[in-house]
């Protein structure tokens, strides 16, 4: 688990095709690897990956097709920056939000425009994934957690202070940039508690109006 908060910029070092899937080796810059072992995880761009090996200045690990499939790891390049995060520990402060390290779907910078000291960004997200997304919620991008300014149907916009921007890739967006999210884990629980017994049934879809109504959640 995770909270959202960078804790260094890293740079793609390596990618190595290994047998379909692929071994990145991460420079971990100013991150302290001290208390890291092998086993560890440490999420690159939101992506959690287990530590394979320590050779130094940074780490490798494998990513999976599935990871490959899922998130913009495999579209990056040697020298591209990445937002590290080492895994919380019992006694991390919660600065962020609660964040698995598990991808739900790649986003899609649509605008950013300067706003006062900050950055004002549109991103567009999966149709899929625009159910899980509210006014004042959160959202992991690339890793970073973040509070949702305002939605309009795939789309939803975030204020960037400088310190995020100092601190994180967010930087380097431009629009067509594509991004890992990873929407509210609150959220994704509630909709499979909502369904109740339906959701063990192939194919089970999201929540409906309908649904809503049968559990008393609507009024006429």
Not at 45 to 72: F, Q
Not at 79 to 84: C, D, Y
Request: proline share 4%.
């Amino acid at each position: 688990m995770f909270t959202g908060i960078i804790q260094a910029v890293g740079e793609i070092a390596a990618m190595e095709p290994r047998g379909g899937d692929l071994r990145l080796r991460i420079h971990t810059g100013k991150l302290p690897l001290h208390d890291v072992a092998i086993g560890d995880s440490i999420a690159a761009n939101g992506v959690c990956l287990t530590v394979t090996e320590l050779p130094g200045d940074g780490y490798r690990a494998d990513v999976s097709v599935e990871s490959l499939n899922a998130t913009t790891l495999g579209k990056l390049t040697v020298g591209a920056p990445v937002n590290l995060e080492k895994a919380l520990t019992p006694a991390s402060r919660l600065g962020g939000h609660i964040v698995s390290g598990h991808v739900d779907g790649v986003g899609e910078v649509v605008s950013l425009a300067e706003d006062a000291r900050s950055w004002r960004f549109v991103f567009r997200a999966p149709d899929a994934l625009a159910r899980y997304i509210a006014h004042k919620g959160s959202i992991c991008v690339d890793g970073t957690s973040l509070t949702v300014n305002a939605v309009n149907g795939a789309e939803f916009d975030l204020n960037i202070i400088p310190q995020t921007m100092a601190e994180t890739i967010f930087g380097a967006y431009r629009p067509g940039t594509t991004v890992n999210l990873e929407v509210d884990l609150i959220a994704r629980y509630l909709e499979r508690l909502v369904l109740g017994d339906r959701a063990a049934d192939p194919g089970a879809g999201g929540v409906t109006l309908a649904t809503l109504a049968e559990h008393g959640y609507l009024r006429g």
